[in-house]
T-cell receptor
Framework: DVKVTQSSRYLVKRTGEKVFLECVQD?????MFWYRQDPGLGLRLIYF???????EKGDIPEGYSVSREKKERFSLILESASTNQTSMYLC???????????????FGPGTRLTVL | AQKITQTQPGMFVQEKEAVTLDCTYD???????LFWYKQPSSGEMIFLIY??????QNATEGRYSLNFQKARKSANLVISASQLGDSAMYFC?????????????FGAGTILRVKS
């Protein structure tokens, strides 16, 4: 079974802190993704990575950065956390699809981040 | 721009009855895929069903079927014989083919409650 794990289920941080959210997948997937989920907005893509050290901005990258030093690990960084970054953060991974529209993404359990 | 619209914030269904969750999409790409995911209260995202834009037949997976009407740009999920365990948030998503892999665009979701 594909397994995507995230470092924390719940996290509470203070405004201005630097926050690291870690995601690890064990299926040798090329692609990895970070989403945030907010009520009424669904999931929105923050960043994705298609290879080690490669990254692309998603739809809402402002206030976030990412790091992918190893294929299995994709980190989301909040350089200076703010209260409007309180949200559920979901990591996902998938194989490289090579032009096919079928590309199931496998999700981690999510991290509920609260910024006070 | 690609967009997914789920117009039903919440739905109720009686146990053992069928229910349809609506999804409309907007894209000008000829190649795309449509996914449905289920998110129980525990938070994990569970893949349910996929339909490719070139697929001639509607997708089915057990009690789930996808009513794909390409001309109307709709991809409704039909759950037959609802069970209490079907109570969850349901997301419709569209895959967008990119050079280095696909990204998913999600709708806002529909909360389904199954009544006994």
């Amino acid at each position: 079974d594909v397994k995507v794990t995230q470092s924390s289920r719940y996290l509470v941080k203070r405004t201005g802190e630097k926050v690291f959210l870690e995601c690890v997948q064990d299926m040798d997937h090329e692609n990895m993704f970070w989403y945030r989920q907010d009520p009424g907005l669904g999931l929105r893509l923050i960043y994705f990575s298609y290879d080690v050290k490669m990254k692309e901005k998603g739809d809402i990258p402002e206030g976030y950065s990412v790091s992918r030093e190893k294929k299995e690990r994709f980190s989301l960084i909040l350089e200076s956390a703010s209260t409007n970054q309180t949200s559920m953060y979901l990591c996902a991974s998938s194989f490289l699809s090579s032009g096919s529209s079928y590309n199931e993404q496998f999700f981690g359990p999510g991290t509920r981040l609260t910024v006070l | 721009a690609q967009k997914i619209t789920q117009t039903q914030p919440g739905m109720f269904v009686q146990e053992k009855e069928a229910v349809t969750l609506d999804c409309t999409y907007d894209t000008s790409d000829p190649s795309y895929g449509l996914f449905w995911y289920k998110q129980p209260s525990s938070g994990e995202m569970i893949f349910l069903i996929y339909q490719g834009s070139y697929d001639q037949q509607n997708a089915t997976e057990g009690r789930y079927s996808l009513n794909f009407q390409k001309a109307r740009k709709s991809a409704n999920l039909v759950i037959s014989a609802s069970q209490l365990g079907d109570s969850a948030m349901y997301f419709c998503a569209m895959s967008i083919v990119m050079e280095y892999g696909n990204k998913l665009v999600f709708g806002a979701g529909t909360i389904l409650r199954v009544k006994s």
